[in-house]
């Protein structure tokens, strides 16, 4: 079979070879980026690299405009590896919460006026919440506009608790333990009480523009979890609430999402409310759709699983797990046995974007890899140079 002839030309992306033989397996960029997609591994299965070879395509190809939210940056990891910013300088931008970082283009500033509840919500478990604490922001938010000056910087100093405390008719206890939990926002260098440059603004018109936007974490928020959890979330808020204000006509880019540790987002108990809950249920029909990486995706709440178009599944050992990715899906039996054989940098490639269900050892992302995709494609014809 040539797995190429059933794809356009223009769409199909060689992602790798099947492990019975030597032929490449494209997958259907397009389809790929209709629906959301998830990529599903344990630590160390390639995820990682799998997808930077599908960003690479993406961007390549010119079949979307990509939001990466990049937990683990590359250039941490090695400075050797061409990120996705130096393959293709023109149409990717590095944000960074960090000013310490050396190859941003911009750097993100958050002001309180951007930060709702349910961002601190998210993040409740890092900030150690009390029982009480989640109610009594929600109190306290509704009653004050201004409630993160409020609950970070003003409450801390009130000489009369007990009078704001009454005022607001919450517990005093539970109004000092949520402004002494809150404190730790106060380490995020990047949120400001006003902000002077509108970063987020310039994230989104980058992205109505076409050009992919790479959210980094560099410096003091490397692998911090509180900073990419409550900052991915409060960027994609603004995106959700400006790209679903668009009609059909005006949102001409189809933009797709990447987020890692996606479990977190997308849990039960949190999906529903949640931001990236809404687009993967809704924004298809604004264009916009989510590329979920995760190594936990028996955390997924099983209505957005179903929502996934084209699932890429490495190792995986957990059996809840293994049986989360085939969620909706048929021949799960022989699926679930060729899951169990594979290794590093393999995967299995099925749903949407791809013709039938098959294991692959994925492309190296290596010095080939990368000429290939610095090479510039000419499709004009010697015609239109003269002209
Ligand atoms: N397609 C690939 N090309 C080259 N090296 C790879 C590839 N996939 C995995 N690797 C190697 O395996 C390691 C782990 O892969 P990574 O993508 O970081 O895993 P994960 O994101 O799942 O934790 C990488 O540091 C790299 O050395
Ligand atoms: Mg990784």
Known sequence: ?????????????????????????????????????????????????????????????????????????IRSESGKIDSLASLFSESVKIFDVSKSSKDANTYIEIAYEDVEPEDVVLVSDILQFSPKSEETLEIVSRRRKDWLKFLLDEYPNVKDKKEVSDELAVNLESLDA????????????????????????????????????????????????????????????????????????????????????????????????????????????????????????????????????TRLVMELKDENDINAVFQGASHTKRLVKILSTLEQKQALVFGYAVPLPLPINVRSYDEEFIKEMKEVKTTKSVKDDIY
């Open 1 to 73: 079979t040539d797995f190429r002839r059933i794809i356009p030309e223009k769409n199909a992306f060689y992602i790798g070879t099947p492990l019975t033989s030597k032929e490449k397996l494209y997958i259907d960029l397009e389809k790929l980026s209709m629906r959301n997609s998830g990529l599903f591994g344990i630590t160390g299965s390639g995820k990682s690299f799998f997808a930077r070879i599908i960003f690479a395509g993406l961007i390549k190809n010119k079949i979307s405009t990509l939001l990466i939210f990049d937990m683990h940056s």
């Open 178 to 309: 949520l402004s002494r939990h809150l404190q730790k926002l106060k380490n995020l260098k990047f949120l400001k009480e006003t902000s002077s440059s509108d970063s987020i603004k310039s994230i989104i018109e980058n992205l109505k523009n076409g050009v992919s936007v790479v959210v980094q974490f560099s410096g003091d928020y490397k692998d911090d979890r509180l900073t990419y959890y409550f900052v991915s979330n409060i960027i994609t808020r603004r995106i959700f609430n400006e790209f679903s204000n668009l009609t059909e006509d005006t949102q001409k880019n189809r933009v797709v999402i990447a987020i890692e540790e996606a479990h977190k987002f997308l849990s039960k108990q949190y999906q529903a409310n949640n931001v990236f809950g809404r687009i993967a249920r809704e924004m298809r029909k604004f264009n916009v759709t989510l590329f979920i990486i995760d190594q936990r995706p028996s955390e997924i709440d099983p209505e957005v699983l179903s929502q996934i178009g």
